[in-house]
């Protein structure tokens, strides 16, 4: 069950993610696109990444070494909160929780490079509401009967896409386009589940005496002929389903410095997102964006990006930079850390992240936080075998 939490902001939230990713590229970085691009703050107009997949800007595909097939599963915003109760309200509460699975493969050849995959967003939210239990007791017929209600209400949220990428390098630019075939499900709703329990006892029971009866109903109760079958009831507000298809195009070009290029050249890209402007269930804003990234030396990255949706008032931007360093070649052992920080609709964030790869074994974690509470922290696990 896909379930959308509309109350975000004011509930208990903690994101636990499992990222499992299967790579076959001998290549002595530590980073896979997403956890790079969650680590710097959201960065990936400019930057780049050795598998880089479906989640950067497409025309970064040709810095692709060998082949990349990864596989990912993420899942965050895991809460279960009680509410107040009120009225007949004997129980109330809430839970959410959000799934993000992927799976991409990625290669250059010659000049191109191509990435195709599929990636899901799955969001979920409900609200548990048990009644009061409603009891009768009939003592002419020595019959008790009991009603309870349990009332979810529900708004599930899921969007799929089918990713198809190609870049193509021209002199020193790099352009690409990303196809995305989007299909989007919306629910909500309320599902009553009622129980019903029914019992009768004999005519040696006396029905004055709480005890006895009591004992009398609970033994009645205890057998499976007595107890009623669960009802369920649907009551749909919302439904709607569409599929579209959206285009993403990127471009990235090298700026040197000096007649020589003594020094490393400065990257800039430009991304234009959901060109098409698709009509969905929930639409994808056209997003255009610009970005710069900078590695001055070997070990250290710097970059920043800039963006504005349609819609939206004012901009948003992502700042990030990454540390690595690698030894022994043959048998590499290799470090990164990675910091960084952005604005999303007048929201501001910070990332921090740190990989650790021993020869062909990657392990990486990333925490993103609007303010600094526990509860509104995102953690990020990455885990990678490359052979």
Not at 67 to 83: D, K, P, S
Not at 90 to 95: C, G, I, M, R, S
Not at 101 to 118: C, K, L, M, N
Not at 260 to 281: H, S
């Amino acid at each position: 069950m896909w379930i959308h939490n509309s109350v975000r902001g004011h509930c208990f939230t903690t994101i636990l993610v499992l990222w499992t990713l299967v790579a076959f590229i001998p290549s002595s970085s530590t980073a896979n696109e997403m956890l790079r691009i969650a680590g710097m703050g959201g960065t990936r107009i400019a930057t780049s990444a050795d598998d880089a997949g479906i989640f950067g800007n497409p025309a970064s595909l040709v810095s692709v070494k060998h082949h990349n097939i990864a596989l990912g599963f993420t899942a965050e915003n895991l809460h279960w909160t009680e509410l107040p109760k009120q009225n007949r309200d004997q129980f109330v509460a809430e839970t959410n929780i959000d799934l993000y699975p992927s799976i991409y493969y990625s290669h250059v050849f010659g000049e191109w490079g191509v990435s195709a995959g599929y990636t899901a967003t799955l969001t979920n939210f409900a609200n548990f509401t048990v009644s009061a239990t409603r009891a009768d007791y009939d003592i002419n017929a020595r019959r008790f009967t009991a009603e309870t209600d349990l009332i979810t209400d529900y708004s599930l949220f899921r969007e799929e896409r089918w990713v198809l990428a190609l870049s193509r390098r021209v002199a020193e630019s790099v352009v690409g386009a990303r196809l995305k075939w989007v299909g989007q499900d919306v629910n909500t709703g309320a599902v009553v589940s009622t129980l019903n329990l029914a019992a009768r006892h004999g005519p040696d029971v006396d029905a004055h005496a709480p005890e006895q009866l009591i004992e009398a109903i609970t033994e009645e109760l205890q057998f499976g002929d007595r107890v009623r079958d669960i009802i369920h009831e649907e009551q749909p507000t919302f439904e709607r389903t569409a599929k579209r298809l959206e285009l993403d195009i990127g471009l990235q070009h090298e700026v040197w410095f000096g007649e020589d290029r003594t020094y490393p050249p400065l990257q800039v890209g430009v991304l234009f997102e959901n060109v098409l402007r698709a009509n969905l269930v929930e639409p994808l804003p056209f997003r255009l964006g610009a970005g710069v990234a900078y590695a001055p030396l070997e070990w250290i990255l710097v970059a920043a990006d800039l963006w504005r949706n349609t819609g939206q008032s004012g901009a948003s931007f992502a700042v990030g930079t990454e540390l690595h360093k690698t030894w022994n070649r043959t048998s590499p052992i290799s470090v990164a850390l990675r910091l960084g920080a952005g604005r999303v609709d007048s929201v501001l964030h910070f990332s921090a992240g740190a990989g650790l790869r021993l020869g062909t074994t990657y392990l990486e974690y990333t925490v993103g936080f609007g303010s600094f509470t526990y509860a509104s922290n995102r953690h990020l696990f990455a885990f990678t075998l490359k052979f």
